[in-house]
């Protein structure tokens, strides 16, 4: 079956910081993969995306992904981390044949100090 | 820029009542969705639903589930009988295509007491 691991449930970095946050994915076929974010009471805002192609993939607000096939990776990161990213992060994949049907990581819980 | 809206932003109800959670995807959207997540759990996929149909669906969408698209912009997802397990947040999304990004709405909490 398919499934997203993100290990880390709470990161916490300075504000300033660089960030990467870790995803895996286990999958009999390369997916879709996607980063999502959800700042509170807000919805799932979209911060980028893999399909195919470029193995970096830039996002909105400065973040950027690595897809790493051969480690099933998906990790997330940004070089300078600012307070408003506080937030909660989530690594999700989608079939390539129905890219929609999403399995979500339990997400992991940004925390900046200042 | 375009978004997915959703309402009531949060909504309690008793047990075994009906409800309705309402969505109003992208205009130019063909596929819609609904995700729910329970508190401390993750993000899951309920259903999709294209050309007045369901295309997808998980064994979590059970009979007591519904979706509908009563007119051109509203998506519906109706608990028939609600139940304690029923409580979470419940999203909907929409997408171009089945294959390209979902844009989700900001949720509604639902409670059941």
């Known amino acids: 079956a398919q499934s997203v691991t993100q290990p880390d449930i709470h990161i916490t970095v300075s504000e300033g910081a660089s960030l990467e946050l870790r995803c895996n994915y286990s999958?009999?076929?390369?997916?879709?993969l996607f980063w999502y974010v959800q700042s509170p009471g807000q919805g799932l805002q979209l911060l980028l995306k893999?399909?195919?192609?470029?193995?970096l993939v830039q996002g909105i607000k400065g973040f950027e992904a690595e897809f790493k096939r051969s480690q099933s990776s998906f990790n997330l990161r940004k070089p300078s981390v600012h307070w408003s990213d506080a937030a909660e992060y989530f690594c999700a994949v989608g079939p390539k044949e129905y890219g929609n049907k999403l399995v979500f990581g339990a997400g992991t819980i940004l925390r900046v100090k200042s | 820029e375009p978004e997915v809206t959703q309402t009531p932003s949060h909504q309690v109800t008793q047990m075994g009542q009906e409800v309705i959670l309402r969505c109003v995807p992208i205009s130019n959207h063909l596929y819609f969705y609904w995700y729910r997540q329970i508190l401390g759990q993750k993000v899951e996929f309920l259903v999709s639903?294209?050309?007045?149909?369901?295309?997808?669906k998980s064994e979590i969408f059970d009979d007591q589930f519904s979706v509908e698209r009563p007119d051109g912009s509203n998506f519906t997802l109706k608990i028939r009988s609600t139940k304690l397990e029923d409580s979470a947040m419940y999203f909907c999304?929409?997408?171009?295509?089945?294959?390209?990004?979902?844009?989700f709405g900001q949720g509604t909490r639902l409670t059941v007491v």
């Open positions: 893999y399909f195919s192609g470029d193995t």
């Open positions: 999958y009999g076929a390369t997916p879709y």
């Open positions: 639903f294209y050309n007045n149909e369901i295309s997808e």
């Open positions: 999304a929409s997408s171009r295509s089945e294959n390209t990004e979902a844009f």
